[in-house]
């Protein structure tokens, strides 16, 4: 630890701090998951096969960024606040222009080639080369802001409030402003607005990144890395660490469910029910349910274990939308209802999903010896792209399968398989994300509990 009268102790200062990163964060990350395919394929005229397409290959790119930045972060040199706080603001500039270049709309009378290498090219700037150089450094920060158990789950859930913020003012907002009625009486997407609000989220996570910077103080010293770089020697601890892994591979499942949900919501409520109203409505649903669950899951994580806690979250989100798959309810409201209940198994999850990979740190230096904060969370933020990826691919693949295009956008048969989609794909990956962390997943409460001893007993020496 830091030690000085100038050091803050560990605070709400922190905790808000932390929650406006994560704030910031997803302005441009919610935007892209939930309005980007639907933007590209209704504004654009791009297929949604393409879309998906670029989506999951930009993820091959980030195998490569990932997990440079994390070892250019554990090689930096600390600044005057700390290791990894300074990169939050030199980078979340550039993350913010390139998040809203996605969206020139004043390309939409250009070639379908020119729009196709415009959506990959800003599309991998900004996912992969800008917010990978905001993001790895952003989710290390959280072990060097204190090393206690506790504080690092407060953490994780403000973390997730930030996430939930972001998610109400673009989920509620959004569906509001960015769509019009044509002459049919269907809710189309505007090209031109969708641009106006990816400016306004830009400015907003601009402000909200400087927020971060001032408010977070890291307190725990966490050395530069000075030997050479072993590219064997990293792949084999990473193939090794059964932890990471585990995480890793839950994490695509929970991305699954929580992406393909997040675009799914663009077509079912102006499609299926058409109803954008309805829509809005989740977005003020999913804070609410949010801020529930963080008044007692850190409580329940500490009390239960995270491991324990996160996969009875899972089955019963599996549940729930198993049931409204044969439900198969026509009432844009009662399907708001089955979101809601079925987002207190995804909010837990979130939740304590933050901590997890603290946990998965802690392990990583009793197993090793060694830490490596950036290494493992480039790796961790690579799983979770990698879950964006599966996510965009999956559903643009489903999508184009059911014969979703500009022109059959809503035919009963086209729309009937949207709701089906938007019911089956989160079912599928609550079951995938519990089995996961059942059987791969070794960190139960009682191995953590002993990892935290463990390295408390080698500071004290």
């Not at 994780?156 to 402003?177: D, E, F, K, Q």
């Not at 489903?398 to 979703?404: P, R």
Request: glycine residues 8%; proline residues 2%; hydrophobic residues 50%.
């Amino acid at each position: 630890m830091k030690t000085g009268e100038t050091t803050k102790p560990f605070g709400m200062r922190d905790k808000l701090g932390y929650m406006f990163g994560n704030f910031g964060n997803d302005f441009t990350f919610i935007l892209s998951s939930m309005i980007l395919m639907k933007f590209y394929s209704d504004v654009m005229g791009v297929p949604v096969g393409i879309i998906g397409t670029m989506m999951m290959a930009a993820r091959f790119v980030d195998a490569f960024t990932d997990v440079a930045m994390g070892q250019i972060v554990d090689r930096s040199r600390p600044g005057k606040k700390g290791k990894f706080i300074e990169w939050i603001l030199w980078m979340c500039g550039p993350v913010s222009v390139a998040s809203f270049l996605m969206y020139a709309s004043w390309f939409r009378d250009m070639s379908l080639g020119f729009k196709i290498f415009w959506m990959f090219l800003t599309y991998l700037l900004w996912g992969s080369v800008f917010y990978t150089s905001i993001n790895i450094p952003y989710g290390s920060m959280a072990s060097a802001v204190s090393e206690e158990s506790k504080d690092r789950a407060q953490l994780s859930n403000w973390r997730t409030i930030g996430s939930a913020l972001a998610g109400t003012v673009i989920g509620v907002v959004l569906p509001l402003v960015v769509y019009y009625t044509d002459e049919n009486g269907n809710s189309v997407l505007s090209g031109t607005k969708t641009m106006i609000a990816a400016l306004l989220c830009s400015i907003g996570a601009v402000i909200c990144y400087i927020l971060c910077y001032f408010l977070v103080t890291e307190r725990v010293k966490v050395e530069r890395k000075t030997e050479a770089f072993d590219l064997g020697k990293l792949l084999s601890g990473l193939i090794h660490n059964r932890a990471l892994i585990g995480i890793v591979v839950a994490s695509i499942c929970m991305l699954l469910v929580q992406l393909s949900l997040s675009t799914m919501i663009t077509y079912v409520f102006p499609n299926y029910f058409r109803n954008t109203q309805a829509q809005a409505a989740t977005g003020i649903v999913g804070l609410v349910i949010t801020l529930i669950c963080a008044g007692f899951t850190v409580r329940m994580s500490e009390k239960y274990g995270r491991k324990e806690l996160a996969i009875l979250s899972a089955i019963f989100g599996a549940v729930v939308f198993s049931v409204a798959f044969f439900w198969h309810t026509t009432n844009a409201w009662v399907f708001v209802g089955i979101y809601a209940v079925s987002y207190i198994g995804l909010a837990i999850f979130n939740l304590i999903c933050w901590a997890m990979i603290t946990d998965v740190i802690d392990d990583t230096q009793v197993q090793t010896g060694e830490r490596s904060d950036g290494t493992i969370y480039a790796v961790y933020s690579f799983s979770r792209k990698l879950g964006q990826a599966a996510s965009s691919g999956v559903t643009g693949m489903l999508l184009s399968m059911i014969g979703y295009t500009q022109a059959t956008a809503f035919d009963p048969e086209v729309t009937t398989g949207i709701y089906n989609l938007t019911c089956l794909v989160p079912a599928i990956g609550y079951a995938l994300l519990a089995v996961v962390l059942y059987l791969f997943y070794p960190l139960n409460k009682e191995r953590v509990e002993k990892n935290i001893k463990q390295l408390a007993k080698k500071q004290e020496k």
